[in-house]
């Protein structure tokens, strides 16, 4: 992202395991549920049953004009769409007038939730091609786009687990450059048996609740959700006098181009992201009031963040709310981004998960208890497989 003004986000939807709403989450969050268990929309053989962050309430599509069947990531991706539209204040007519675009990330995408078909078309047989339909139907982008009516610009970003971060920066920037007066930007996953037992078969996964950056940490919990922004133009929130609940500042993306899933041990590629997502804002790095690190509780994640986090920032306070999520991977980077302005709102900062012993490998710890914050900005990280690296820079108010 080139220098330039920072981008309103004038609503905010949100859904975890945490809660239904963005509300519902922070509360949960700040009072230190953390409730990882067994998933219970699948069943795995694997003879031990790692937790995960599932939502368990049904969702509620009640208020959606989808007549199409689709699959659980574009029904997350709706839900959180349709409440950051009432959010914002936003009417179907002032949509209708304006060009607005719609930026998604996701990594799983309901693609993996085919087992049967394709194991039924493998043994020759001639299985119903409704799951096939389903699947095609299931873009959540697309999802969006269709069911708001939406006209401008369409586009679904697979970049891993920095893809909803991704896709935020990407949504700034066609507002900054005139393409959209609008843009619904965020990222959706579910949980999924084949991502289950691949992250297992990874031998990066928890079978405890997850502790990002403890010295004892032993890997992720997966976790499934939504957050979608509304992004806006000067322009369209002065014509209808509506206020912004924050502002994304800068976005830099880089790539480690060292592995396929363990980043470079120096973070070479996060220090070029929050490099450009830093110069970008404008914002100096003793301005940031603290950092929503990535955070999986894997061992070389962690240690490589903590490590550039030390470097750049220094005494400055993060966590990682994966601890209270889990890694919703295509979501996690728009979760992350939705928790950072919802912390900026309370100038407050919740307690990191987990976190009970120092990593001597570390020169800094996160946070242990919820703690008061003074400061207008914050960085949301995002560290992928493939070694993507994005950073936004986010602030509660424009200067």
């Not at 992202?1 to 920072?6: A, Q, S, Y």
């Not at 403890?214 to 992720?220: A, H, Y």
């Not at 996060?270 to 110069?279: D, N, Q, V």
């Amino acid at each position: 992202m080139k220098p330039g003004n920072p981008v309103a986000v004038s609503g905010i939807g949100c859904l975890c395991a945490q809660g239904i709403n963005l509300s519902a989450c922070m509360d949960s969050v700040f009072n230190r549920r953390q409730k990882p268990a067994p998933p219970v929309g699948f069943s795995s053989s694997h003879p031990v049953s790692y937790p995960v962050f599932e939502i368990l309430t049904d969702l509620d599509l009640s208020g959606l004009d989808t007549k199409k069947e689709i699959l659980r990531t574009s029904q997350l991706a709706l839900i959180a769409a349709q409440d950051a539209i009432v959010d914002s204040g936003l009417t179907p007519e002032l949509l209708a007038k304006k060009k607005v675009g719609v930026c998604i990330g996701t990594t799983v995408g309901s693609a993996l939730n085919n087992e049967e078909f394709y194991r039924s078309y493998r043994e020759g047989k001639h299985p119903d091609m409704l799951p096939i339909k389903r699947f095609l139907n299931s873009n959540p982008a697309s999802c969006i786009a269709e069911e708001f009516k939406l006209s401008g610009p369409c586009q679904t970003v697979v970049n891993a687990c920095s893809s909803g971060s991704d896709a935020i920066g990407t949504a700034a920037s066609w507002i900054r450059s005139g393409v959209c007066d609008i843009v619904l930007a965020g990222g959706a996953d579910e949980l999924s048996r084949i991502t289950y037992n691949g992250f297992i078969s990874l031998m990066i996964t928890d079978s405890k609740p997850c502790r990002p950056f403890d010295r004892n940490r032993n890997g992720l919990n997966l976790g499934e959700g939504s957050a979608i922004l509304v992004l806006e133009s000067e322009s369209t929130l002065h014509e209808r006098e509506q206020k912004s609940r924050a502002f994304i500042y800068g976005y830099g993306s880089a790539s480690d181009a060292y592995h396929l899933t363990a980043p470079k041990p120096d973070g070479e590629g996060l220090r070029k992201a929050l490099s450009e997502a830093m110069a970008a804002s404008g914002v100096a790095a003793g301005d940031i009031a603290f950092i929503n690190a990535h955070g999986t509780g894997t061992r070389d994640n962690d240690r490589v963040e903590g490590n550039v986090i030390g470097t750049v920032f220094q005494s400055i306070p993060f966590f990682s709310n994966k601890g209270y999520t889990g890694h919703t991977l295509g979501a996690a980077g728009a979760i992350g981004a939705a928790f950072t302005i919802a912390c900026l709102e309370n100038q407050r900062v919740p307690a990191n998960a987990g976190f009970k012993e120092e990593d001597p490998e570390l020169s800094i710890s996160p946070t242990t208890f919820p703690s008061e914050i003074s400061g207008s900005f914050a960085v949301s990280e995002s560290l992928a497989f493939g070694g993507n690296n994005a950073v936004l820079v986010l602030g509660k108010e424009r200067l």
